[in-house]
Each structure stands twice: as structure tokens, then as C-alpha cells.
């Protein structure tokens, strides 16, 4: 019994010893002084930078952005009329920093836009002739959050500059549309409208039930960046039909958007090592 007890403290000696050999051989390998008759040139040199592997770290980066924006209401089968609108929008967006230079960005912004068109009809005062000298003269003023997930890459160059591309969707939604209308139109143009439950009085699309409030967009842009600063551009595209109540067959509506901003990044910037 006492020769079984001995082997078994041999044994478990034994594996001790083994598995420690490995972690003693890097130790040794890692903490040995270098062959000078072998050494690699480089060694010499005191201006040597060891390279490193970075190592991710997870952060965030907060940003203020501003700029113009560009809203095109438009139909394809003209069911809809089109209608530009111009402004300006200001917001927040936080950036999700990735591995391999890639970020997921999102954030909440208010866009206010402006713009006016003349809807011409044809006269039904006297001789139908087809002449178009009556006509209504649309102002419409359109208040809207919008709401982007985008996916980011990033480009690095010297002097701290940096390329950007992203891509991705974006919910618009509309908060209100107002309508102001000056007519010019005659009364029997007034009467045929009535009847035909067109509108020629001030009235707001999203209230009244003429559009949806919610417009998904798809986006693609870029940029460049210095810093704390960054420029951005970019287009979306409308994907869902804005007509919530058709008062003609497959009438619809998109409305796409283009615009350029200016951002500040508001927190340091946390580098992978």
C-alpha cells in the first residue's frame, strides 16, 4: 500500500512539473537576453517602435449636427401634385464605435421646411376654352422628427482627416403640415371643386388625413472629417406611399430628401491600443 501511495505522489509530482514547463519556457524565452552575435539590426536602434495588435475597446461618440434640407413631394402618374420644400434641420447623433473602422449610428433630429406653388385650373366661368388663368397659391409649411440608423465607415488619412461613407433607413415623421391657400378662382371653378370634394381652403395634410405621418426612407451619403468636425451629404429615398385617403385610382405619393450638415463631436474620442 505504501508503494501505491508513493507512486501516486510520483505521478502527481510528475504532472505538476509538466504543466508548468510550458508557462517556464515562455518566461525563460520571453525574459532571456538576446544574442548580440544573432541579433536582428533593429535591435541597436534606440528609435525602434515595438508594433502591437490595437485592441477594441467599446465607446461612444456624441455630436450636435445642423444644416439644409431639401424635401421633393412627388408622383410619378401625376395623381399627386409635386411640391419642393426648403429649410433647415438640428439634432443629436450618437455613434456605437466598431471593430475594423465601422460604427452604427442613430439620434433624433426636428427639420422645419417651407415652400410655395401655384395650382393652376382651367376657367369654368364662361367658355371652357381650356385656358388656365385661374389658379390657387399654396404655401406649406411642414414640421418633421427624424430618426436615422445608419451604418458608418470610415477612411483614415493623414492630419487627422478622415472619409466617410454610411448607408441606411430613416423614419420621418410628421408632426404637422399646414396649407395657407390664396384662391383665385371663379365661382362656378369654386362650385365644380365643392362637388368634387377638392379642397381650395387652408387645410393641413397630416390632420386633415390627406398624407401618412410616418415616410421610411433609405439613405446613402458621406463625408469628410477633421477632429471635432465633420461634413455630411446625403439622399433618401421614400419608400412607402404618403396618400392615406385616394380620391383617384392608384393615386400615390413619395417624398424624398437631400441634405448637407455640420457636426460637432461634444466627448473626447477613446482610440483603440
Known amino acids: 500500500m505504501k508503494r501505491f501511495y508513493g507512486i501516486i505522489v510520483c505521478l502527481v509530482f510528475s504532472m505538476s512539473v509538466l504543466a508548468q514547463a510550458p508557462d517556464m519556457q515562455q ?3 520571453a525574459t532571456r537576453r538576446p544574442d548580440l552575435q ?6 541597436f536602434d534606440p528609435t525602434r517602435v515595438v508594433k502591437t495588435k490595437p485592441v477594441y475597446h467599446f465607446s461612444t461618440q456624441w455630436r450636435i449636427e ?3 434640407v431639401q424635401n421633393y413631394l412627388h408622383s410619378r402618374n401625376k395623381t399627386f401634385s409635386n411640391n419642393y420644400l426648403h429649410g433647415g434641420q438640428i ?8 471593430p475594423y473602422n465601422l460604427s452604427l449610428q442613430t439620434g433624433l433630429s426636428y427639420a422645419l421646411t417651407y415652400g410655395k406653388r401655384t395650382q393652376r385650373w382651367g376657367t369654368l366661368q364662361d367658355a371652357n376654352d381650356g385656358t388656365m388663368n385661374e389658379y390657387n397659391l399654396l404655401t406649406t409649411t411642414e414640421h418633421t422628427l427624424l430618426i436615422p440608423v445608419r451604418a458608418w465607415y470610415k477612411v ?6 478622415r472619409l466617410l461613407f454610411y448607408g441606411g433607413p430613416q423614419l420621418q415623421i410628421g408632426l404637422a403640415e399646414p396649407v395657407k391657400v390664396q384662391s383665385h378662382l371663379s365661382p362656378k371653378t369654386q362650385a365644380w371643386l365643392n362637388k368634387s370634394g377638392i379642397r381650395y381652403e387652408d387645410y393641413d395634410n397630416y390632420r386633415d388625413g390627406i398624407l401618412n405621418r410616418a415616410n421610411i426612407q433609405l439613405g446613402v451619403g458621406g ?3 477633421w477632429d471635432r468636425l465633420r461634413l455630411t451629404a446625403g439622399y433618401d429615398f421614400g419608400l412607402n406611399n404618403l396618400v392615406k385617403n385616394q ?3 392608384k393615386q400615390h405619393a413619395w417624398e424624398w430628401s437631400w441634405f448637407v450638415s455640420f457636426g460637432v463631436r461634444l466627448n473626447n474620442e477613446k482610440k483603440d491600443n
Open 156 to 161: 483614415d488619412l493623414p492630419k487627422r482627416w
Open 91 to 98: 439634432g443629436f447623433r450618437v455613434d456605437f464605435m466598431l
Open 38 to 43: 544573432t541579433a536582428d539590426g533593429a535591435f
Open 27 to 29: 518566461h525563460s524565452a
Open 66 to 68: 445642423a444644416g439644409y
Open 223 to 225: 463625408g469628410v472629417e
Open 247 to 249: 380620391q383617384v385610382d
